[in-house]
């Protein structure tokens, strides 16, 4: 339940067009909604500006489909992490109305124009890292930001992070996603001044260990400026972007 159902809600109550115990019985269901297996939070959205994320992977497709048909009755613009493709194309047979990223593996229900404001750049080590990257950038343009995307970049190759440092320095904040030993994340942090989010991805030889020598060196980075989300987590560092975003953008309208 976002502002826009609630203002609606009260309209139609001061117009007449609903009445008082109607509007009683679907405030009731504000908080969260009981589906049994699955427990809604439609107050999320007034509290943080965001709907409820469904993290779709360990769940049924029945499960799936019902949470969104539930929460479509008050929200648009749904994410559904982790869906793989064959569970998609299932569930797409149930609810038409959806968009599938396929890279980074999430579904957008019932989607609605947004306008994508401030810049957020996600800077990619590896074309191995383009999934995770995807996720970041997938989930960031769903809550309305502008995304730049510069991908293929990592240390091996510095030239071709350094053609790119104009595009990173005009970022209000920068996601860093990078496996093997997760290097690119200090560097891009010493080159500009705004917050670096890196990302570790579970991409590299066997002494990356699934990621986490990328995510030691993240954490034990030099470079001050430099926060650090779990492996694999592009959704996380994404949504953590979007806030970073929108903080800037208020600063700099006031």
Do not use: W
Request: glycine share 8%; aromatic share 6%.
């Amino acid at each position: 339940m976002d502002l826009k159902y609630l203002r609606d809600l009260l309209e139609q109550v001061q117009n007449k067009g609903m009445n008082l115990e109607t509007a009683l019985e679907r405030l009731k269901k504000l908080p969260y909604e009981d589906l049994s297996f699955a427990k809604i939070d439609n107050h999320r959205s007034l509290r943080t500006g965001v709907p409820e994320v469904i993290y779709c992977k360990g769940k049924t497709n029945e499960q799936i489909v019902a949470i969104v048909r539930k929460m479509s009755e008050t929200h648009s613009n749904i994410m559904g992490t982790r869906i793989d493709p064959e569970v998609f194309e299932s569930i797409q047979k149930k609810i038409k109305n959806c968009n599938y990223f396929s890279d980074a593996r999430i579904a957008v229900f019932y989607p609605e124009p947004v306008e994508h404001q401030g810049k957020i750049a996600v800077v990619c080590a590896g074309t191995s890292d383009i999934p995770v990257a995807e996720e970041a950038c997938i989930t960031a343009e769903t809550l309305g930001n502008k995304v730049s995307r510069i991908y293929d970049v990592g240390v091996s190759g510095i030239h071709r992070l350094l053609d790119s440092c104009d595009d990173i320095y005009t970022a209000n904040v920068a996601v860093v996603v990078a496996g093997m030993e997760g290097a690119l994340a200090s560097v891009v942090g010493g080159l500009v001044s705004c917050p670096v989010i890196g990302v570790p991805t579970s991409i590299g030889y066997g002494a990356s260990f699934n990621g986490v020598s990328a995510l030691l060196s993240m954490l034990n980075s030099c470079a001050s400026g430099v926060s650090v989300v779990n492996i694999d987590n592009g959704f996380g560092a994404g949504y953590q972007a979007s806030l970073i975003n929108k903080l800037a953008i208020g600063s700099q309208t006031n």
